[in-house]
T-cell receptor, first 113, second 112 residues
Framework: AQKITQTQPGMFVQEKEAVTLDCTYD???????LFWYKQPSSGEMIFLIY??????QNATEGRYSLNFQKARKSANLVISASQLGDSAMYFC??????????FGSGTQLTVLP | SQTIHQWPATLVQPVGSPLSLECTVE??????LYWYRQAAGRGLQLLFY??????ISSEVPQNLSASRPQDRQFILSSKKLLLSDSGFYLC???????????FGSGTQLSVL
């Protein structure tokens, strides 16, 4: 079974608008962490935001916020006020206790001018 | 500050040839080190990780091997490359297993 599922292979958003990238996960571990990474065309993976399973509030980092719905096992990334430079591949990832990071298949985001 | 160096950026190798990709981390000691592979248009698959010199854990059986001859050096190798070894290889590190990963710039390997 997939540990991390990203159901949107590609997304388009108009510049300056907000966009939500979906991520659902599967774990029975009560302690886990959720990550979002951005991969521009250069290939490097850039860390964006982290949410711990026991965190009471949704994580935010500048224009990035994580919509964490624990009961639904979803950790969607919200990017506000999209910029052209946000065009990239976005990966959701999860770390369970004593396990290494598991990545989803990614969502290709294209910001339109 | 910490930096991670990975080279070469691109590599084209014939089937059956050997492989050596190198990754080094600067500005920290005793990092956890990782090798990931990314097939075209897909997510990352963890190949190897290391928590110390000479300590290598393999996540998936394959044609590749890894070594950590020095604290901040991680090498990905193969004696004979296969077509299926083509992909984008990323080295990464973190200070502790539950911390975020910092990635290198990657190596695009094409096996022909």
């Amino acid at each position: 079974a997939q540990k991390i599922t990203q159901t949107q292979p590609g997304m388009f958003v108009q510049e300056k608008e907000a966009v939500t990238l979906d991520c659902t996960y599967d774990t029975s571990d009560p302690s886990y962490g959720l990550f979002w990474y951005k991969q521009p065309s250069s290939g490097e993976m850039i860390f964006l935001i982290y949410q711990g399973s026991y965190d009471q509030q949704n994580a935010t980092e500048g224009r990035y916020s994580l919509n964490f719905q624990k009961a639904r096992k979803s950790a969607n990334l919200v990017i506000s006020a999209s910029q052209l430079g946000d065009s990239a591949m976005y990966f959701c990832a999860m770390r369970e206790t004593a396990r290494q990071l598991t990545f989803g298949s990614g969502t290709q985001l294209t910001v339109l001018p | 500050s910490q930096t991670i160096h990975q080279w070469p950026a691109t590599l084209v190798q014939p089937v059956g040839s050997p492989l050596s990709l190198e990754c080094t981390v600067e500005g920290t000691s005793n990092p956890n080190l990782y090798w990931y592979r990314q097939a075209a248009g897909r997510g990352l698959q963890l190949l190897f990780y290391s928590v110390g010199i000479g300590q290598i854990s393999s996540e998936v059986p394959q044609n590749l091997s890894a070594s950590r001859p020095q604290d901040r050096q991680f090498i990905l190798s193969s004696k004979k490359l296969l077509l299926s070894d083509s992909g984008f290889y990323l080295c990464a590190w973190n200070r502790a297993t539950n911390e975020k990963l910092f990635f290198g710039s990657g190596t695009q390997l094409s096996v022909l």
